[in-house]
């Protein structure tokens, strides 16, 4: 008698478990700001100084003392010239100063005057000449305030974060020229199967039948460096159980994580479960998302491993989904999951699926999402077509019109 199959697992328990193998990678390393887009912050940044390190002019125009400026019978003199760089002195009562964006406020001035907003007597000769003001300042007016962007010993950015090109020019604002970093996930990628052929190596006329191309071989190694890590490529790997073992057995050797693609169902040919099981720990999940059904994660000699289903969809979706939050885990991000947001479709999709859909969508002019109508596991020309997925729960058919939740690929992508 056949032991009764396990029951699916849902994404979300599958992705706890997961994340509960990522435990955060300990080395570290100091890199230029330069270099540091895409990197994971390995100690809070705290700032030394204020930003700006003092009230500074956010217009070109003229520094004022809105007191005089109320009184003024006439043109006001202009008595100084302030530019970004330089200390401007104290202004003169019932006098304006010159200023540039970026510039210090002369003590003494509460405001700033746009030039569009002054008209010069003697344009020619600014320093003969008074300045009429077309109208009346508000205090504060154009002022950026000191420490308005940063607070000396605020903490700027977090251990954890996923630092981005604005978050360098943060840090450089404070003077930050390296950063303490986790160092790079290194991974171990290859594929199963005797019918994947590399693109160059036969000619499309000249390809056996049942033999294709390994396409995802490409966008996981592209995904993988887009995370940051350093990945071994160790190719295609024969349906051979010693072929299997053989390549894990290498892939283990000074990496943190093996991932493939294909050969983690049951059949004949699938050797990736037996394989790790001799080598290490193996847990093989069935997961109630479609497309991405069959996925894998164990440990095959203290180096994590993740086995993707073969058809391009699933492996790319469930990637997306399972694998990209587990590497940032490893890299010690907190906020791991993909964030989604409620757009309206503009398509029916009347079967509901007893698993959780992952649609592949697009938004379009009106600011909804269109289908590909082909949804297919192994149609590849949808994740190209679409920018983004629709979370669809269990059971859940859709209407023109209804709220979904979509996940963008630059969401995920970077």
């Known amino acids: ?40 912050l390995a100690q809070d940044i705290t700032s030394g100084l204020q930003v700006p390190p003092q009230d500074n002019s956010s217009m070109d125009g ?21 530019a970004a760089g330089s200390a401007g002195a104290p202004l003169l009562p019932n006098t304006v100063a010159r200023i540039f964006t970026g510039a210090p406020i002369p003590v003494g001035a509460d405001a700033v005057v746009m030039q ?24 504060g007016q154009w002022i950026r305030r000191a420490g308005e962007d940063v607070k000396m010993g605020a ?21 930050m020229d390296s950063l303490s970093v986790t160092r790079r996930p290194r ?14 190596a036969v000619a499309p006329e000249h390809m056996k039948p049942g033999a294709i191309y390994n396409s995802n071989r490409f966008f996981l190694r592209a995904l993988l460096r887009r995370l940051g890590c350093e990945v071994t490529d160790f190719g295609i790997v024969p349906d051979r159980l010693d072929a299997t073992v053989a390549a894990l057995e290498q892939a283990a050797q000074n990496h943190d994580l093996i991932l493939t693609s294909g050969g983690v169902s049951v059949g004949e040919e699938d050797h990736i ?21 069959p996925f894998a994660y164990g440990q095959v000699h203290g180096a994590h491993f993740i ?51 992952f649609l592949r969508v697009k938004r379009n002019a009106s600011g909804g999402l269109d289908l590909y109508p082909n949804q297919s596991s192994g149609v590849l020309t949808s994740a ?4 983004g997925l629709v979370d669809n729960p269990p059971g859940q058919t859709i209407r023109i019109g209804d709220p979904v939740q979509f996940i963008s690929f630059n969401e995920v992508l970077g």
């Open 116 to 139: 569009e907003d002054c008209t010069l007597e003697n344009p020619d000769n600014p320093a003969l000449s008074g300045l009429r003001i077309n109208t009346l300042p508000q205090s």
């Open 307 to 357: 086995g993707l289903p073969g058809n391009p969809v699933s492996s790319f979706v469930t990637f997306l989904l399972l694998v990209r939050p587990f590497l940032l885990k490893l890299q010690g991000v907190v906020q791991v999951a993909p964030k989604s947001i409620a757009v309206q479709a503009d398509f029916d999709w009347p079967k509901a699926d007893k698993r959780r859909e």
């Open 62 to 82: 003229y520094a004022v003392r809105c007191a005089d400026v109320a009184q003024a019978t006439g043109p006001l003199p202009v008595s100084q010239r302030i």
């Open 384 to 387: 190209v077509w679409g920018d």
């Open 1 to 40: 008698m056949t032991s009764a199959r396990a029951p699916l697992k849902s994404l979300d328990e599958a992705l706890t478990e997961l994340l509960s193998f990522a435990t955060v990678l300990e080395d570290f390393e100091s890199v230029s700001t330069f270099d540091a887009d895409g990197r994971v």
């Open 187 to 200: 991974v171990a990628l290859f594929s199963t199967g005797d019918e994947l052929v590399m693109p160059g």
């Open 155 to 175: 903490v700027v950015l977090q251990k954890g974060e996923l630092l981005k090109p604005a978050a360098l020019g943060l840090a450089a604002s404070i003077g």
């Open 273 to 293: 479960k037996p394989a790790v099981q001799s080598l290490g720990a193996l847990n093989l999940w069935q997961i109630a998302i479609k497309p991405g059904k």
